[in-house]
Structures are given as C-alpha cells and as structure tokens.
C-alpha cells in the first residue's frame, strides 16, 4: 500500500529545514548503503551522529507521532531517525531493496524495515530528475511530491532515485518497524478503520460501530507482535 500524506509539515517548516540543511556537513551516500546497494548508489548524506539530523529528526518524529493517517495507515512499533539525502549533478540510486534489519546507530536497537518512507523537502520544479519509483504489484509508481509531503510504502519493494540531473533533489528517508508486518494485513486494517471513522461521522450512535471496533482491535491483537 503507497500512502501519500500531503503537507505532513507546512512550508515554513520545510523552509526552516533547508536553512539547517545548507549549513550541514554533507558525505558520500556509501556509508550507509549494504555492499550491493552500495554499487547502485550514487548520492550525498547527512551523517547518522550529525547534530543537525539529530534535531530535524527529532522534529519529524515528533510530527510523525501527531498524525493520525501515520498510525492508521504504518501502525508503527519502532522509527528509524530520520536520515537526510541529497541528489544533484546526475546523482541517484538504481534500484535496490532496502535492508530488512538495519541497527540504530551508536545503540543495540535493531529494526525490522516494513514501512519506507520519503519525506521531500525540494519542490518538483526545482529540480530535473528525481524520481522515486517503486515497483509494486499494479505496475510502476512514480513519485514526485511537493516539499512537505510524506510518502509511505512497503519497504518489501523494488524502487529507485532517477538521475538528478538539474538542481537539487533533498529529501529525508527513514523507515519503521510495524506492528503488523504484513503490508496485505495493514491494508486491510487500515481500509477498516477508514470505514469505521466514516460511519462515526454518519452516525456517531450506530450500534454497529461497538462490534466493528472490535473487530478492528481482534484483528490487531491477531495480527500484531511488540
Ligand atoms: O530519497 C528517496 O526518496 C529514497 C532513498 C532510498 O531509497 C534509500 O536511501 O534507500
Ligand atoms: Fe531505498
């Protein structure tokens, strides 16, 4: 399931972002990257201890936890801080499967990568290029979203970064642990809730709602592991 949150963080907070962001320390892409993406990557990062990720990641988890379409749609456990990337002068990243337990930096915490995210911080038309396309059941997504908005999908999926080849392309990418880590099971959960949210605005007194929250929240305790 690809979800688009649009304007997870206002203007002002991108342009607050990008302020921080030019003054950061940028370094190659590889230092992070397993050895096969490491030959497919071709692109700049912020490093993982820099105090200037430190604090815009904190912020982006601190919105992520805000918002309701997150929790319904990832059913997060555990979040992976935010990391910072930048493309430009032809840069990308030819497709790849992200990897599936990634350690937190500096710490024993080890996440299960369910959820991708990208959350884009340059608008459309400031760069050429730039893509992310992700390869799912239904064909190939190509995603290019104005700065602010949040793109979430199956980290189980084959995608990639297309050249940057005019401007520059920053974005941050991070990556949860669900709850649930089956996408088809979070999809239908997920399609639950937004019904039972529908049918609260309806009806708020609908009888119905009681036994379909508990189906929502039996369904969960079936499917979830902490
Ligand atoms: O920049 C993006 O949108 C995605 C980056 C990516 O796929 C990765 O770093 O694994
Ligand atoms: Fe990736």
Same mark, same amino acid.
């Given at each position: 399931?690809l979800?688009?949150?649009?304007?997870f963080?206002?203007?002002?907070?991108?342009?607050?972002?990008?302020?921080? #962001?030019?003054?950061?320390?940028?370094?190659?892409?590889?230092?992070? @990257?397993?050895?096969? @993406?490491? $030959? /497919? %990557?071709?692109?700049?990062?912020? &490093?993982?201890?820099? &105090?200037?990720?430190?604090?815009? *990641?904190?912020?982006?988890?601190?919105?992520? *936890?805000?918002?309701?379409?997150?929790? @319904?749609? *990832? $059913?997060?456990? %555990?979040?992976?801080?935010?990391?910072?990337?930048?493309?430009?002068?032809?840069?990308? +990243?030819?497709y790849?499967?992200?990897?599936?337990?990634?350690?937190v930096?500096?710490?024993?915490?080890?996440?299960?990568?369910?959820?991708?995210?990208?959350? +884009?911080?340059?608008?459309?038309?400031?760069?050429?290029? *730039?893509?992310?396309?992700?390869?799912?059941?239904?064909?190939?997504?190509?995603?290019?979203?104005?700065a602010?908005? $949040?793109?979430?999908?199956?980290?189980?999926?084959?995608? %990639?970064?297309? &050249?940057?080849?005019?401007?520059?392309?920053?974005?941050?990418?991070f990556?949860?642990?669900?709850?649930?880590?089956?996408?088809?099971?979070?999809?239908?959960?997920?399609?639950?809730? %937004?019904?039972?949210?529908?049918?609260?605005?309806?009806?708020?007194?609908?009888?119905?709602?009681?036994?379909? /929250?508990?189906?929502?929240h039996?369904? #969960?305790?079936q499917?979830?592991?902490?």
């Amino acid at each position: 399931m690809l979800i688009r949150i649009p304007e997870f963080i206002s203007k002002d907070q991108v342009a607050e972002c990008r302020s921080l #962001l030019e003054s950061a320390d940028w370094v190659h892409g590889n230092v992070t @990257a397993g050895h096969q @993406a490491a $030959l /497919a %990557k071709n692109n700049l990062q912020l &490093p993982e201890d820099s &105090p200037i990720a430190r604090q815009l *990641g904190d912020f982006i988890l601190a919105t992520l *936890g805000q918002s309701q379409e997150v929790l @319904a749609a *990832g $059913l997060p456990n %555990k979040i992976y801080p935010p990391m910072f990337n930048c493309y430009q002068g032809g840069g990308e +990243f030819n497709y790849h499967v992200d990897n599936t337990i990634r350690r937190v930096a500096g710490t024993a915490v080890k996440i299960r990568t369910d959820v991708s995210m990208t959350l +884009f911080l340059s608008e459309p038309d400031e760069y050429e290029g *730039g893509e992310l396309i992700i390869q799912d059941t239904y064909g190939e997504q190509r995603i290019k979203f104005s700065a602010g908005d $949040l793109v979430l999908y199956p980290s189980t999926s084959l995608h %990639k970064v297309t &050249p940057v080849t005019e401007g520059r392309r920053l974005a941050s990418f991070f990556w949860m642990q669900s709850l649930v880590r089956s996408d088809e099971k979070r999809r239908l959960l997920y399609d639950l809730d %937004k019904s039972i949210q529908a049918l609260t605005q309806e009806n708020p007194e609908n009888p119905e709602l009681v036994r379909l /929250a508990g189906v929502y929240h039996n369904l #969960l305790r079936q499917w979830s592991e902490t």
